[in-house]
């Protein structure tokens, strides 16, 4: 729905309406949406008088009964509010289907950008460090943040997460008609091995990366939001960690061998490496990460069950991706 207008669909546009009346104060008179950016949502620019919104709708399908949760979502950016994570303001919840045919939520604009080649012109070096920098302090953020005083208790069950976490992934796998992956088993049994003790419980994003933050347009590089909570829950922080590390390029490795989409923006000259981004978290929080490689591991093996499973619904053409990133789990198991 690139609008929602009287000549475009009038019983739309009357029920967004009705519902924008009784809950979103400001803006009046007819209410135009077009897309606005491109996520797992429907993301969508909500214009209506000389208000504007951002408008968070859920797909018609996913592949996971937890997967765009529009209440989960709304009640952690709530949870976020007068906190020091940068997060988007939440507005309104509707979980009606018969508003616009699928559960959404308004939040606030954001005035800033997801980083994305082309960066600004004034994004040198120095500027692309301190973003990268920046980006690490903010997930230290969210792992100091105080869920319980916020009222998260419940929100997650922390109590086991990190030993559940092969199965759970194994069993999403299952639900879909797979075939058989190479080395899989050999790393889901290195992970249970050498599982870690999970140090104290903590508010984790469940997908934080460069795609799912805004950064501020004015330099000192900050910031200014963190996007797309869908999958948050109460668990291992470091769990974050390395999923934002395995998709961390350094010079001298191939492009081939991480997740795609990950290596443009930290391949740029001046970026940290992930060694200084893990001593910077560890200093950031007091958590001891020793034990990274077990968390970036764990990272492939579950980009692997979700790409895989995505295979089975849209086709093979993924399935090359998937023994890639099971291989490199394997040789960084071999390694650590």
Known sequence: MNEVAGEADSAVADRLAAWLDD???????PVRMEPYARASNEILLMTRGDE??????????????????????????RALEGSDVPHPVPVALCEDDD????????????DGFTPELPLPPTFDGPARRAMAFDLIDTLAAVERFDWRAAGLEGFGKPDGFLERQVD???????????REIPLLDGVASWLRDRCPSMGRPALLHGDYQWRNVMVGHQLPARIVAVIDWELATIGDPLVDLGWLLVRWFEPGEHAHEHPPGTVELTALDGMPTRVELADRYATQTGRDVGDVDF???????????????????????NAAMVDDMVRRAASIAESA
């Open 295 to 317: 968390y970036r591991v764990l990272a492939l093996f579950k980009l692997a069950a979700i790409v895989e499973a995505r295979t089975a619904l849209d086709g093979p053409s």
């Open 52 to 77: 504007r919104w951002i408008v968070r709708k859920a797909p018609g399908a996913k592949l996971s009964a937890t997967a765009h949760n529009m209440a989960r979502e709304f009640r952690v950016l």
């Open 23 to 29: 809950r979103v104060p400001g803006g009046s008179g």
């Open 168 to 178: 759970r992934w194994l069993g999403q796998l299952a639900t879909y008609p797979t």
């Open 99 to 110: 508003v616009l045919g699928a559960p959404f939520m308004v939040l606030g604009v954001v």
